[in-house]
């Protein structure tokens, strides 16, 4: 179970609120690099959740649990909700109707805020409230389905971040001071 680790090349830290994590609790990945002399990493935070097992021959096992530290979803009570959830509806829907979403991206405005952008195939751009209606009723948290949800839909492709990529979700609740989290 998990990947067995190159003990060799890399050390591997999982750590729980900056201590390490017991073998097999799930911590906040770390890695540093032991054969790499042209850009050596020393304790790199990943930005990965997962757990970590030393094995009795020595070497490690890793498995990776859902989600990276960054991505979750917070609800009005604090529990936070792997932002991985919101992957089932974009699935279900494009099984449903032959892939029809090309990109999406939800943004948490607020506590019960959220924003789904949804780049769809030009013939569905009418369909926004089916499209709703199929996003909320695949969601399995009900706080989410309880939630307030505005959707954007498009046929273009969003324009990416410097780095060319698109996070698929984004916290932009305001902190407080005004900042935003995220």
Request: aromatic share 10%; charged share 30%; with cysteine.
């Amino acid at each position: 179970e998990g990947f067995r680790c190159f003990d060799s090349n890399v050390f591997l830290e999982c750590l729980s609120d900056g201590l390490p994590a017991a073998d097999g609790e799930e911590g906040d990945l770390y890695a540093t690099t032991l054969t790499n002399r042209a850009m050596p990493l020393i304790r790199y935070r990943t930005g990965d959740r997962g757990r970590l097992w030393r094995q009795a021959d020595g070497s490690t096992r890793l498995e990776l649990t859902l989600g990276r530290t960054s991505d979750f979803i917070v609800t009005p009570g604090g529990r936070r909700i792997n932002a991985y959830v919101l992957l089932r509806p974009v699935d279900m829907i494009n099984q449903r109707m032959g892939e029809i979403i090309r990109q999406f991206q939800v943004i948490q405005e607020g506590p019960r805020q959220f924003r789904c952008r949804l780049a769809v195939k030009e013939a569905y751009r009418g369909w926004s409230d089916t499209l709703r209606e199929l996003f909320i009723e695949n969601l399995r948290e009900d706080e989410l389905k309880e939630a307030d949800w505005t959707f954007d839909i498009a046929s273009h492709l969003f324009p990416a971040d410097r780095t060319g990529k698109l996070a698929f979700f984004l916290d932009r609740r305001p902190a407080e001071g005004g900042e935003l989290h995220g």
